[in-house]
């Protein structure tokens, strides 16, 4: 696991709960958003996260559909320290 995506699921990890959209976590972690699409993506593969599609109306009143992503309980226990040991 790179040191981007430890990041990411520890980020997420911290904040269990509360959904996130990937612009918003590039910008709390301070990595590129491209890091963040690539990490999320693995994450989501293993079932330590989970994405939603939402739907949410501009100041334009233009529809705009935002992925958000949220931990799941399966990721709440992942440690991917012990997973690197093996």
């Known amino acids: 696991m790179t040191e981007n995506s ?3 699921l520890e980020y997420l990890q911290d904040n269990s709960g ?3 959209t990937k612009q918003e976590i590039a910008a709390n972690l301070s990595i590129p958003i491209q890091a963040v699409v690539g ?3 693995g994450h989501k593969k293993k079932g330590l996260i989970s994405e939603e599609e939402k739907t949410e109306t501009n100041e334009n009143g233009k529809e705009l559909v935002k992925k958000y992503v949220t931990i799941t309980e399966e990721g709440m ?5 012990a997973t690197e040991k093996k």
């Open 39 to 41: 990490s999320t993506t």
């Open 6 to 8: 430890k990041k990411v």
């Open 77 to 81: 226990n992942f440690d991917p320290e």
């Open 18 to 20: 509360d959904s996130f």
